[in-house]
């Protein structure tokens, strides 16, 4: 009877400890199952924009490209953008260069105005543009890191564009609810700093805490039904 009451006790104090965690697992998943992953996403605002043929006949060739950025690239990527067509360079070592593919060179200064613009013509949606600022530094949420320019729509969700300041394509979208979908995530990795690490010590105690709880409830439940069977069949002897 010691050992059933000492483990009781045991059982109740560890699933007081990680009572509160299970709950932000149960709560974070259903949240994060009933929230479409592509709203989450933004996906339901963004246009399908269709590139731009290239006319490569009347752009300098790679090498000329090169030669005039004083880049020598390992790997090198012509692709449309809402500025024209652009390279980016990826050097043996260091961060990509952006360049417009027509000059060699990089591109302009961009105004509030032309990311408002740019920003437009990829939402999709009738709502309008709130706000544009130029950021410095990317913000945490992006997960990238340089300048960007975050470009904003007084939608229901409060979604927000973030273009390349060199090319004006947006890089990515977020909105309220990819930041509340982002808030349940933490809780349920525990990773409160940025999401990113759901293997790390705390997270790998927590579950095998758990885990004890699930596997000695059974064992309490099978014990008190063995007792109470017991007391059950020694009753009915002791009846005339």
Partial sequence: MKVLRLSTQLHKWI?????????????????????????????HRAVELKPDPLELGGLPALGEIARRTGVAPV????HTTPRGPAWTLKPATGEPVVVSAATGRPFGSMSAAEASAFAKSAYKG?????????????????????????????????????????????????????????????????????????????????????????????ILLWIRISRDLKMVRAARRREP
Avoid at 22 to 42: H, K, S, Y
Avoid at 75 to 78: G, N, R
């Fill in 126 to 218: 009738e709502a309008r543009v709130s706000g544009a600022v130029l950021l410095a530094t990317a913000p945490e949420e992006t997960g990238r890191t340089g300048p960007l320019w975050r470009v904003d729509f007084a939608d229901r969700e409060k979604t927000s564009f973030y273009l390349s300041p060199a090319t004006g394509e947006v890089v990515t979208r977020r909105s309220g609810v990819w930041r509340i979908f982002d808030f349940f995530w933490r809780l349920h990795v525990m990773d409160w700093n940025d999401g990113e690490d759901f293997n790390h010590p705390l997270i790998i105690i927590t579950t095998a805490l758990t885990l004890s709880i699930v596997i000695s409830g059974f």
């Fill in 75 to 78: 790997q090198a990527e012509l």
């Fill in 15 to 43: 699933a007081l400890v990680v009572g509160l965690q299970v709950l932000f697992w149960v709560g974070g998943g259903l949240v994060m199952t009933a929230i479409p992953i592509e709203t989450v996403r933004g996906e």
